[in-house]
C-alpha cells in the first residue's frame, strides 16, 4: 500500500490510501476496492460523538474532513457580548444531525493518530457541508477547499458561532498550547499524561480539564511531546 505523508501544524500527519474505507451504520455495509468495511445495527445512530468534528463509528474513530469546529472547551460571543459554550454547543448540534441516521462515512486518508478523515452522511444529509453551513463549525481552509462555499454561506446569514464572535479552532489549539507554560512542563512536551481510575488519559492543552490536572512521576505520570507519542505509548485521549 503506497502512503503520502503531509505534515501539518502541532503534530498532525495524514497518510493517503488509495483504498477507501466505507463505514456503515443502521445498514448493510458495503465493500469498495477490497478496503475493509464494518457495519451496526439498531434504532438509534451507533455513532458517537466525541466533540464536534470527531466521531467513533463501528469501532473507527473519525475526523469530520474538510471542517473544524471548535473545541469542547471552547467559547463564542454572542452578538450581545455574552458569552456561551460553543465547542458544547458543537458536539450537541452533530449528535442531532447523526440521530437523523443512518449513518455511512468513507474515506481514504488516516492521520498519525489512526483516525479516518471522512465524509459522512446521515438520513441522506451531508454532516460535514451542514455543520458547516449551519454555523456549528468552519471550514478547513488550510487543508481542504470543500466547504467554502458553506462558510461563506452561513457568514452571510449569520448563522450559529458566525453571528457573534469565534476565535478559528486553530487559533484556539495554538494559543492554548503557547499558554500552557503554568507547570514545569519540560521543553515543548506540554500534553499531560493522567492516570485514574479511568485509565492512562492524555490531556491536550486546550482538553476542558487540562489546567486541573497535575503530573505525579512518581505515580507514573508523564509528558507528552505530541499526540501521537502518546497514542503509541498506550494512553488515550480525554473525553
Not at 26 to 32: N, V, Y
Request: hydrophobic share 40%; charged share 25%; with cysteine.
Amino acid at each position: 500500500m503506497i502512503f503520502k505523508v503531509i505534515r501539518h501544524r502541532l503534530g498532525e500527519r495524514l497518510r493517503e490510501s488509495r483504498r477507501p474505507l466505507l463505514l456503515v451504520a443502521g445498514a448493510t455495509a458495503l465493500a469498495l476496492g477490497g478496503a475493509a468495511t464494518a457495519a451496526t445495527g439498531g434504532g438509534k445512530s451507533a455513532a458517537r460523538v466525541i466533540d464536534g468534528d470527531t466521531i467513533e463509528l463501528a469501532g473507527e474513530k473519525l475526523r469530520l474532513e474538510g471542517i473544524d469546529a471548535p473545541e469542547l472547551a471552547q467559547t463564542c460571543a454572542l452578538p450581545s457580548g455574552d458569552s456561551y459554550p460553543c465547542g458544547r454547543q458543537a458536539a450537541r448540534a452533530l449528535t442531532r444531525l447523526l440521530a437523523a441516521g443512518p449513518v455511512t462515512c468513507i474515506g481514504e486518508i488516516r492521520d498519525d493518530y489512526g483516525r479516518l478523515l471522512a465524509t459522512c452522511h446521515a438520513g441522506g444529509v451531508n454532516v460535514n457541508a451542514e455543520m458547516v453551513r449551519s454555523g456549528h463549525a468552519f471550514a478547513f481552509r488550510r487543508y481542504s477547499q470543500s466547504y467554502i462555499r458553506e462558510e461563506d454561506q452561513a457568514r452571510s446569514e449569520k448563522a450559529g458561532l458566525f453571528a457573534g464572535a469565534a476565535e478559528a479552532p486553530w487559533d484556539f489549539r495554538a494559543r492554548k498550547w503557547a499558554a500552557a507554560t503554568s507547570d514545569p512542563a519540560p521543553g515543548d512536551c506540554r500534553i499531560k499524561g493522567n492516570i485514574s481510575k479511568s485509565g492512562r488519559i492524555y490531556h491536550m492543552p486546550w482538553s476542558p480539564a487540562y489546567a486541573r490536572t497535575r503530573i505525579n512521576a512518581r505515580q507514573g505520570e508523564r509528558w507528552f511531546c505530541t499526540e501521537a507519542e502518546a497514542l503509541a505509548a498506550g494512553w488515550r485521549a480525554a473525553r
